[in-house]
């Protein structure tokens, strides 16, 4: 017998994880990205065009979502900070290895924002991810209210609470490696990102040096100055070897392990963020449980109340953040795995090419007469 | 008185006696006047003349010469001491052709060599000894403590070439030897038209903190700079066939003792290059300009000022990239260092383990790209840096043979002078002094007819050198760049063969995380 189910299906009606950004088309400041996302049916693909405002849009309809329990306790897929087609130099370090590479990495952040987004069965029931992935017209652009999500609004005397002490030893424990675990994040991005920039200094030395080589070849007949010139020429391909060989290098860098150290610091910012609402929901409820416990008689029942309300909203995030962590650890060690993976494999395979270029190099040099 | 010599009395054959000479005089006296022409030279340098009494003396006849000074002029005699003093100053002005100074040893097999009238004989002489010999410098060691400490190096040359005594021989040498050598050779060779490879810098900053007993990195670094630059000098120096030859260079290699050279305050090539300019100065100064009859000498001089732009600019691009590769490898490091602080603070432990061999590979890595700086600086960056202060020399003998041209002109112009002086003589009305003057002259002007002529026949010989010079310099240059390019391509090849080894250690680690 067939049951009707009430399925409490997503109102996505596309695939989640392979959703593409296939192109980025610079106007002047602006960028705008071309989204290609699978019917679920099978029957065909969207194609919408967004800017960094209406991904910012999306992230603001996610953040107030206002019939969730403990949405709170949601570690939200973090979205890149916004890049300008002609960014400063300012915006262009806080981007990182983001801002490298002609957009390519940056697409794909946006990319994995969007795939995360898609398959979180929690926040994929939100119409504003149909919308975006589906609607031809761009999504209005009217800000939305403001929440507490947004982090500009954090004020200063909040961030006091991020050493309350917790009450629960899974919670505490997590926050307490989360803290170390983001400053080594970020550190080791950080220095991944100057490796980076200094591999595309030699690169440009490299071509130079190649540049000036071709300033030595003279005309003339004199077998000397030929053999001269000649070996300047060879010189030079050499040195254009080493070129391509030290891009490709930072290439490889910059779109697996680059990528993937970034994602995975701004993901446990996200997650420290997390546990930082929970634990300000926290210090809420023990301030709620204070004034009930001291409220005069004529107060009582009105705290008792706030009490009861505080509480059950905590309880409710702790139980999606309990959640959310295991996931998230799954996730993030598989996502490593695969940036590891991926990186070791590209420069590998560099290497490997190199190698027989500079052999045959070699072999010519040797083969030379004389 | 009984005499107990029964040798035949001294009726007229006392004359006979005393050619024997033994009696009469103890010590040897042959051999140092017959070499006396030889040494001649040595002594008038001191007088700071352009000698043009050796210029008459050595003029005519000089196989004759030779012939003379033969057997006498061996390893052991005590001229070779005077022949290989310190030589001439660098201040000096050039003396005449060397074959009266020096006579080179070619080898024991060469019995006619000092019927040869120039070095271009001797080096057509080629014959028996291929090129073999290496040179290296190593074992710096400090001697001394304070200010006044200097570094000694290890000279060892291994040959196989009958030019020396033996087939593997060390000495220590210091510093201020290696500029002493080369103040020799440049004052005996360059003005000749000889291209003598510039000594290695001199460096106050750098050797103060060795002298200072600093035992840091940039210490070490400074020594080991040095170290190589004076292997490189001595392999090119004795690269040349004639240097090769030179008495001073034989001694430099094989001598124990080394008479210690003073005064090398213009012997570095900084100190060539000054001497150098104010030599073109005052050619520049005088208002007659060189008239130049052969195109070939004002084609080279300007392909080697386009060489010395186009090499200072390459070795500014290549001392670019050697800065970058260090940074690299520092960033490495740091890189390194986080990831392991990342492994530590892992909780997943076989991300753990691969973060840990992550912190390995790129320390190793590190490893690699100091390994192909030093790799781009020892190779390319000194090589070009030597060639750019080899340049300095070849523009010394050009500027050489601008003087020896001017010296032709003025001696030309003068005996010009001295023919109008002549002919003007001829309408004196002094009679009685007439004759006098006229045969003064008359022996001025063939004075001057000989001056001349040697003037002619110097530019003649140095326009010479320098062509099969200048083709020698362009014939090692290609050599030179070519055998660097290669070990430079071996380096590389290298390195990307351990980073293959390293990433196929690693991927196995990165698979098994999850």
């Known amino acids: ?370 | 008185m009984a005499d107990t010599v029964r040798d035949p009395p001294p009726d007229g054959t006392d004359f006979h006696e005393l050619e024997d000479g033994e009696e009469l005089f103890p010590e040897p006296a042959a051999a140092p006047e017959e070499s006396q022409p030889a040494s001649l030279p040595a002594e008038d340098i001191s007088t700071n003349s352009n000698g043009p009494k050796q210029d008459l003396l050595f003029d005519d006849d000089p196989e004759d010469l030779f012939a003379e000074a033969t057997e006498e002029v061996s390893l052991d005699s005590p001229e070779r001491d005077v022949l290989l003093s310190d030589g001439p100053s660098p201040a000096i002005t050039p003396i005449t052709p060397p074959t009266s100074v020096i006579t080179p040893r070619i080898g024991h097999a060469h019995d006619d060599m000092f019927t040869h009238s120039s070095f271009d004989e001797i080096e057509e002489e080629e014959g028996g000894d291929s090129f073999d010999i290496h040179i290296s410098v190593s074992d710096p060691e400090k001697v001394g403590d304070g200010m006044n400490a200097y570094m000694a190096y290890k000279v060892t040359t291994k040959t196989s070439m009958s030019l020396f005594k033996q087939k593997d021989f060390s000495v220590k040498r210091r510093f201020s030897d290696f500029l002493g050598l080369h103040s020799k050779l440049a004052s005996k060779y360059l003005h000749i038209g000889y291209i003598v490879p510039p000594a290695p810098e001199k460096s106050i900053v750098g050797m103060t903190k060795v002298k200072v007993g600093k035992e840091d990195q940039s210490s070490n670094e400074f020594v080991e700079k040095r170290r190589s630059a004076l292997e490189r000098y001595l392999m090119r120096t004795v690269k040349h066939p004639i240097l090769l030859k030179d008495p001073d260079v034989l001694q430099f290699l094989e001598s124990s003792e080394l008479p210690r050279a003073v005064s090398t305050q213009a012997l570095s090539s900084a100190g060539l290059l000054r001497m150098v300019n104010k030599a073109a100065d005052a050619v520049n100064k005088m208002t007659i300009k060189m008239n130049e009859s052969d195109a070939w000498f004002e084609e080279k001089q300007q392909h080697f000022e386009n060489l010395d732009v186009q090499l200072r600019k390459l070795h500014a691009s290549v001392e670019s990239l050697v800065c970058h590769r260090k940074e690299l490898s520092v960033n490495t490091a740091q890189f390194a260092k986080s990831a392991a602080m990342l492994g530590n603070s892992e909780d997943h432990t076989a991300l753990s383990r691969a973060l840990s061999q992550l912190a390995e590979v790129e320390e190793k890595i590190d490893q690699l790209h100091q390994d192909q700086a030093n790799g781009d600086f020892y190779l390319f960056s000194e090589l070009l840096g030597d060639y750019v202060r080899l340049l300095t020399a070849v523009k010394g003998v050009f500027e050489h043979r601008m003087k020896t041209w001017q010296k032709w002109q003025d001696s030309q112009m003068l005996l010009q002078k001295k023919r109008e002086a002549e002919a003007k003589l001829q309408f004196t009305n002094k009679p009685d002094k007439l004759q006098q003057a006229k045969d003064e002259i008359k022996e001025e002007i063939e004075e001057l007819e000989g001056k001349v002529q040697q003037g002619e026949r110097d530019f003649e010989q140095i326009s010479k050198t320098i062509r099969k010079e200048v083709s020698r310099f362009e014939k090692e240059r290609v050599k030179d760049f070519k055998t660097i390019i290669v070990k430079y391509l071996e380096s590389l090849v290298l390195t990307q063969q351990q980073l293959i080894k390293y990433w196929e250690a690693f991927l196995p680690e990165a698979k098994a995380i999850s």
């Open chain 1, 1 to 370: 017998m067939m049951e009707e189910v009430k399925e409490v299906t997503s109102a996505l009606s596309v695939h989640g994880h392979n959703i593409k950004i296939t192109d980025v088309v610079k106007d002047g400041d602006a960028l705008t990205f071309v989204i290609v996302s699978q019917k679920l049916s099978g029957t065909g693909e969207y194609h919408v065009d967004r800017t960094w405002d209406d991904f910012e849009w999306l992230q603001q309809h996610l953040f107030s979502q206002e019939d969730v329990p403990g949405l709170q306790g949601v570690i939200f897929p973090p979205l890149p900070a916004k890049a300008s087609g002609n960014a400063s130099a300012k915006i262009m370090k806080q981007l990182g290895v983001l801002g490298l590479g002609e957009w390519q990495p940056y697409c794909k952040a946006l990319e994995t924002f969007l795939q995360q987004v898609a398959t979180h069965k929690i926040l994929n029931k939100n119409k504003a991810v149909e919308v975006f992935l589906t609607s031809s017209d761009a999504p209005g652009r009217q800000k939305v209210k403001k929440n507490i999500f947004n982090r500009l609004s954090q004020a200063v005397e909040e961030m006091r609470k991020e050493g309350h002490k917790d009450v629960d030893e899974f919670f505490q424990t997590e926050r307490d490696h989360n803290l170390v675990l983001t400053g080594c994040t970020k550190t080791a991005a950080e220095k991944f990102l100057d490796m980076v920039l200094t591999e595309q200094k030699i690169a440009v030395a490299c071509g130079h040096f190649s540049a000036a080589l071709h300033l030595c070849v003279e005309p003339g007949e004199d077998p000397d100055k030929k053999a001269f010139s000649r070996l300047c020429v060879q010189i030079s391909e050499v040195f254009d070897s080493m070129k391509k060989n030290m891009t490709s290098v930072a290439e490889n860098n910059v779109n697996t392990l680059g990528l993937g150290l970034d994602l995975e610091s701004r993901y446990q910012e996200a997650e420290k963020e997390m546990l930082f609402r929970r634990t300000c929901k926290l210090v809420e409820l023990e301030n709620a449980r204070r004034n009930a416990e001291k409220a005069k008689p004529v107060k009582k029942a009105a705290m008792e109340e706030v009490k009861t309300a505080t509480q059950t909203e905590f309880q409710q995030i702790c139980g999606v953040a309990r959640q959310e962590i295991k996931q998230f650890h799954g996730v993030r060690v598989k996502m490593l795995q695969q940036a590891l993976v991926q990186w070791c494999e590209k420069q590998l395979l560099t290497a490997k090419e190199s190698t027989d270029q500079f052999n045959q190099h070699l072999q010519a040099f040797r083969g030379m007469a004389q």
